[in-house]
């Protein structure tokens, strides 16, 4: 009885150039979409970033205004903010408004290096003789040139 001897031939397996172009073209769109996605990461974080800013300067106007009782000779010019919050009169009070609204000017706010414009604006209060309404409308516009707007109301005591 003769044994026999059983080989197997095994192949170096390898890929083809199909094989390989698939992987190229699979991770290309992976690399694509991952640089889409951390451009609009870095654009959503500049935009959240200039509405905080605006919602700043539209608290620290109204908190200045509520603490003068919402009076009509209210001057944002006049108050002592922090040493990066620049203010200067864009327009006086022209008697316009907005939603129904009287306008007490409007002004331009630098703030952290970021321009905004701001315009004050107030209404008496329906059924009210001690309640005013006062509102401070910031607007900006990103590097796009797209317009924001962010609109702070509240009340404040009548201050006559």
């Known amino acids: 009885m003769t044994k026999k001897h059983i080989t197997i031939q095994t192949t170096k397996g390898g890929f083809t150039l199909v094989e390989c172009m698939l992987a190229a073209f699979i991770l ?3 690399m694509a979409g ?3 996605f951390r451009y609009y990461t870095v654009l959503n974080a500049e ?3 200039n509405q905080l800013l ?3 300067a539209a608290s620290l106007l109204t908190e200045a205004w509520r603490g003068q009782d919402g009076d009509l000779a209210f001057d944002p010019l006049q108050q002592d903010f922090d040493s990066d919050f ?3 009169l864009l327009e006086a009070n022209v ?3 907005y939603m129904g609204l009287s306008s ?5 706010i630098k703030l952290d290096g970021k321009e905004f414009q701001a ?3 107030y209404g008496k209060m329906w059924g009210s003789n001690t309640l005013r309404s006062i509102h401070v409308i910031i607007r900006w516009e990103d590097h796009r040139g797209v317009e924001h707007r962010y609109h702070l109301p509240t009340l404040s005591g009548n201050a006559a």
Not at 104 to 108: H, K, M, P
Request: glycine residues 20%.
């Open 54 to 56: 605006a919602a700043r």
């Open 28 to 30: 290309m769109i992976v």
């Open 104 to 108: 007490l000017g409007s002004y331009q």
């Open 34 to 36: 991952l640089m889409g």
């Open 47 to 49: 935009v959240a970033e």
């Open 119 to 121: 315009q004050l604006l």
């Open 95 to 97: 008697g316009g408004g």
């Open 86 to 88: 620049e203010i200067s």
